[in-house]
T-cell receptor
Framework: DVKVTQSSRYLVKRTGEKVFLECVQD?????MFWYRQDPGLGLRLIYF???????EKGDIPEGYSVSREKKERFSLILESASTNQTSMYLC????????????FGEGSWLTVV | DQQVKQNSPSLSVQEGRISILNCDYT??????FLWYKKYPAEGPTFLIS?????DKNEDGRFTVFLNKSAKHLSLHIVPSQPGDSAVYFC????????????FGAGTQVVVTP
């Protein structure tokens, strides 16, 4: 059974703080993703990684960075949190290729005050 | 500019009846389509998919129909059950996109007794 684990389910941070969201998958997947979910906008891709130390920007990378030092771990970093980054963040992983299912973690609710 | 659109934010259906969820896309490069189901405070889970070489795919109570010429797909749930109450996301992917998914805004389905 595929497991994608997001270490923090609920966080409250102050504006300007540096925030780390951690994600670990146990299926040896090459691909890992960070999405954010907002009402009326669905899921939007922030960053994507197809291998260790490799990353690509998604549709909304501004204000975010990522780190993938190990295959199983993909971190999302908010360099200086702002209130418009209050959202649900979803990590996901998959094998490469078109028809491989993307598996999601349970999500991290981030509130920036 | 959303490339995948779900124009109905919500749908209410009686238990035992058919639920029909609609999705439109604009990018003609999309050739693989998926539906994900999401309960509150949980990550999305894969439901059913369809390749562009098919026009229908069935899995138990769930059937997805694809009309490529209209750039439209739909998900039919028959019969609807209370446990189907969730948000349903339509997603699409293109061959050269490394498996990245573009999601619609989601449709909240409520199945009433």
């Amino acid at each position: 059974d595929v497991k994608v684990t997001q270490s923090s389910r609920y966080l409250v941070k102050r504006t300007g703080e540096k925030v780390f969201l951690e994600c670990v998958q146990d299926m040896d997947h090459e691909n890992m993703f960070w999405y954010r979910q907002d009402p009326g906008l669905g899921l939007r891709l922030i960053y994507f990684s197809y291998d260790v130390k490799m990353k690509e920007k998604g549709d909304i990378p501004e204000g975010y960075s990522v780190s993938r030092e190990k295959k199983e771990r993909f971190s999302l970093i908010l360099e200086s949190a702002s209130t418009n980054q209050t959202s649900m963040y979803l990590c996901a992983s998959s094998f490469p290729g078109l028809r491989n299912t993307i598996y999601f973690g349970e999500g991290s609710w981030l509130t920036v005050v | 500019d959303q490339q995948v659109k779900q124009n109905s934010p919500s749908l209410s259906v009686q238990e035992g009846r058919i639920s029909i969820l609609n999705c439109d896309y604009t990018n003609s490069m999309f050739d693989y389509f998926l539906w994900y189901k999401k309960y509150p405070a949980e990550g999305p889970t894969f439901l059913i998919s369809i390749s562009s070489i098919k026009d229908k795919n069935e899995d138990g109570r769930f059937t997805v129909f694809l009309n490529k010429s209209a750039k439209h797909l739909s998900l039919h749930i028959v019969p609807s059950q209370p446990g189907d109450s969730a948000v349903y996301f339509c997603a699409a992917s293109a061959t050269d996109s490394w498996g990245k998914l573009q999601f619609g805004a989601g449709t909240q389905v409520v199945v009433t007794p």
